[in-house]
Nanobody, 123 residues
Framework: QVQLVESGGRLVQPGGSLRLSCLSSGDTFSSDIMAWFRQAPGKEREFVAFIRQNSWTYYADSVKGRFTISRDNTKNTVYLQMNNLNSEDTAVYYC?????????????????WGQGTQVTVSS
């Protein structure tokens, strides 16, 4: 069983930056595909970004150029650096892990989930 714990969410002004972290308890972290999803009020959970074992990354169009996903295998941690935030980025952000198989952009592709961290972009 893998436990994921997100942190770093808070209230931030439009145009601001924020870095989220996700700590994994998994023994196979370095070989897991890690991803970030988000869910805004009244909306379905949506894909944000994933990072493969070799650090190859893929982003949703809505965040491309503004968000950066990275990982530190020595710390079992994946990060999401978010820049130039706007109100449409307000959501609960979830970390997810996929120990086996190719990467995916759907919630069903990931076996383990964190509890989420709230990001609110408002002046």
């Amino acid at each position: 069983q893998v436990q994921l714990v997100e942190s770093g969410g808070r209230l931030v002004q439009p145009g601001g930056s924020l870095r989220l972290s996700c700590l994994s308890s998994g023994d196979t972290f370095s070989s897991d595909i890690m991803a970030w999803f988000r869910q805004a009020p009244g909306k379905e959970r949506e894909f944000v970004a994933f990072i493969r074992q070799n650090s190859w990354t893929y982003y949703a169009d809505s965040v491309k150029g503004r968000f950066t996903i990275s990982r530190d295998n020595t710390k079992n941690t994946v990060y999401l650096q978010m820049n130039n935030l706007n109100s449409e980025d307000t959501a609960v952000y979830y970390c997810a892990a996929r120990p086996l198989g190719p990467p995916g952009v759907y919630s069903k592709d990931y076996a383990y989930w964190g509890q989420g961290t709230q990001v609110t972009v408002s002046s």
